[in-house]
């Protein structure tokens, strides 16, 4: 049988099965100066991961579906959102700055009897405790435009709690203490005089009535106070 003269092209498409799985690679950046975050948290549905120097970071073999996407860095606003993977995806993520609060310098002085400053009282402002110097002063930097719980504890005054602030800038404040009991039991306690002595030879007679005066000179001094009887 004699061939024939003619032929006939066929093409043949091989189609391949569809990926399953695919490569998510995330770059984290800076939101004001779009400076690449280094050591952020990046965590795509159960697999958590840390931007490299550059702000990168891979994760492969994600199945295709629905994820919540999630990162975050110290001093910095977290950042969430859903991302649809169908096919290898580059994400870029700008995490803005968290806004640091303005401090404001603030002196506080305790004082009893409405003039003198308590030495070394302990101040605990929203439970943090600090403690003033010997002159009775405090500094510490509080957040401006936020309320503080104060509580000042000495054994001269009756402890005390009061509100402090809002700050808008550097200051100082007086708190008004009221004298503790034992204080008040070494002013009247049954003797005529006491006197305190302290060191530089500072000296005072308290007389009942007028203690309040004539305990001044020596009160700066409490801290080496010596109690004996005239």
């Known amino acids: 049988m004699p061939y024939a003269n003619t032929y006939e092209t066929v093409q043949v498409e091989v189609v391949g099965a569809p990926p399953t799985a695919f490569t998510v690679s995330i770059y984290v950046y800076d939101l004001n100066t779009r400076s690449p975050i280094a050591d952020a948290s990046i965590t795509f549905d159960s697999t958590t991961v840390s931007t490299n120097t550059s702000g990168f970071a891979q994760i492969t073999d994600v199945p295709a579906g629905s994820y919540t996407l999630s990162v975050s860095k110290d001093g910095y606003e977290d950042y969430s959102r859903t991302v649809e993977v169908n096919q290898d995806l580059i994400i870029e993520v700008y995490l803005t700055p968290k806004q640091v609060p303005e401090k404001a310098r603030v002196e506080i002085r305790v004082r009893l009897f409405g ?25 510490v930097y509080l957040d401006k435009g936020v ?29 008004y203490a009221l004298p503790s009991l034992l204080l008040w039991l070494l002013i009247t306690g049954g003797v005529s005089g006491i006197t305190y002595l302290a ?4 000296r005072a007679t308290i007389v009942i009535g007028v203690a309040t005066f004539i305990m001044w000179p020596a009160m700066k001094y409490l801290p080496e106070l010596v109690k004996t009887k005239s």
């Open 115 to 139: 003039f003198i400053s308590v030495p070394y009282v302990k101040l605990t402002i929203n439970g943090e405790e600090v403690k003033a110097d010997s002159s009775g002063v405090a500094v």
């Open 147 to 175: 309320e503080y719980l104060l509580k000042a504890e000495h054994w001269l005054i009756d402890t005390l709690e009061q509100t402090i602030g809002p700050f808008t800038y550097d200051t100082s404040i007086d708190v």
């Open 199 to 202: 060191s530089g030879s500072k």
